[in-house]
């Protein structure tokens, strides 16, 4: 996708954002049992100038510069996590309850004069080809749900809109594997009894939030980081 087509915040702002990060993926499944990964993420940057906007208490801060982390439900917010100073706005499941509350938190962030400098949305995914309890860098959603291809729209593109099929997003971490990702308000798995299987998607690993919050990320012009540790599949 050109950068015409969708102009996103650029990739280098985010690259030189953060110095010797350090972020641990709680990775849970639908038994008992928690598998926690723990993942350390170091990136050394010079001159990184402070943001300019205020800090929002709920963000947290790295180099000067404010991160809001978006999470889909408590159940993904693990107690490794929560030692941590991440402090997750939770925005539920499925893209529309994804898009109206992050909408809700950016509009009183905004009205606050606290917009973030970046956004991190952090959870699980599902995957047929990714290794399980395993944490990928998210470099691109799609939204799997839309096809309007029977009135001539390309299939993922929302009708009379500018936005395209897909969302190219930052890659921060160079030493983390990326994916591609496609989300949609339906569960997927190999006998495709919501309709669609793990062989029907083209993206490497699914959900149910990531292209609403890179809507809502465009919209305001602040990068994207999405990390995924992968749950099912």
């Known amino acids: ?27 849970s ?3 008992d049992a928690m598998s926690r990964t723990r993942f350390k993420i170091r990136r050394a940057t010079r001159g990184v100038p402070r943001a300019r906007r205020p800090s929002s208490r709920a963000a947290s801060s790295v180099n000067g510069q404010t991160i809001l982390t978006l999470i889909a439900a408590q159940a993904e917010y693990g107690t490794a996590m929560q030692q941590l100073s991440i402090n997750p706005e939770f925005i539920g499941i499925g893209p529309i309850e994804a898009a109206f509350n992050m909408t809700r938190i ?33 470099n691109s959603v799609t939204y799997r749900d839309m096809d309007a291809s029977a009135f ?39 006998q495709g009894t919501s309709g669609q299987k793990f062989s029907d998607i083209e993206a490497d690993c699914v959900d149910m939030e990531s292209y609403a919050i890179a809507r809502v990320a465009h919209y305001f012009n602040i990068p994207l980081i999405g990390l995924r540790g992968i749950s099912d599949g």
């Open 106 to 138: 950016m509009l009183e962030k905004q009205n606050s004069s606290t917009l973030p400098d970046f956004i991190f949305s952090i959870g699980t995914a599902g995957s047929s080809i990714l290794n399980q309890a395993e944490l990928y860098q998210i």
């Open 29 to 31: 499944t639908q038994t």
């Open 1 to 27: 996708r050109s950068a015409a087509s969708n102009p996103s915040p650029s990739t280098s702002k985010a690259v030189n954002a953060f110095s010797a990060t350090s972020f641990v993926i709680v990775s």
């Open 152 to 190: 001539g729209f390309p299939k993922g593109t929302t009708p009379f809109t500018n936005y395209p099929a897909k969302f190219d997003l930052p890659v921060l971490f160079p030493d983390i594997p990326t994916a591609s990702l496609a989300t949609g308000a339906s569960v997927i798995d190999q």
